[in-house]
């Protein structure tokens, strides 16, 4: 497992823009699948974003796709969620996550580490 540490979370208006980071542990950082889920009040956890392996290949959930980018730095062993164009809909937990499955989108049980979350909140 690697330990993971979010950060970038906080209050924004709709419209607006956020970016996440993601703290990763550990050696071979592109040996792993790293990734967003998120989890709104009553709702169940939900894919947003991942990247994976040495290609960095990107994988999104529809309702995110042309708002949200998932990036990484290597040298870093960072991991970042920008997010643009905020909706109410957005708002939740959004943990960082990270998984040895690489080369397509891991299922969520396959994701073996995860963050404590970051909230982010979009208001009106």
């Known amino acids: 497992q690697v330990q993971l540490v979010e950060s970038g979370g906080g209050l924004v208006q709709a419209g607006g823009s956020l970016r996440l980071s993601c703290a990763a542990s550990?050696?071979?950082?592109?040996?792993?699948?790293l990734g967003w889920f998120r989890q709104a009040p009553g709702k169940e956890r939900e894919f947003v974003a991942a990247?994976?392996?040495?290609?960095?290949?990107?994988y999104y959930t529809d309702s995110v796709k042309g708002r949200f980018t998932i990036s990484r730095d290597i040298a870093k062993t960072t991991v970042y969620l920008q997010m643009n164009s905020l909706e109410l809909e957005d708002t939740a937990v959004y943990y960082c996550?990270?998984?040895?499955?690489?080369?397509?989108?891991?299922?969520?049980?396959?994701?073996?580490?995860w963050g404590q979350g970051t909230q982010v909140t979009v208001s009106s």
């Open positions: 550990g050696r071979s950082f592109i040996r792993y699948t």
């Open positions: 996550v990270a998984s040895r499955v690489i080369g397509r989108s891991p299922l969520l049980n396959e994701y073996d580490s």
């Open positions: 990247i994976s392996g040495s290609a960095g290949s990107t």
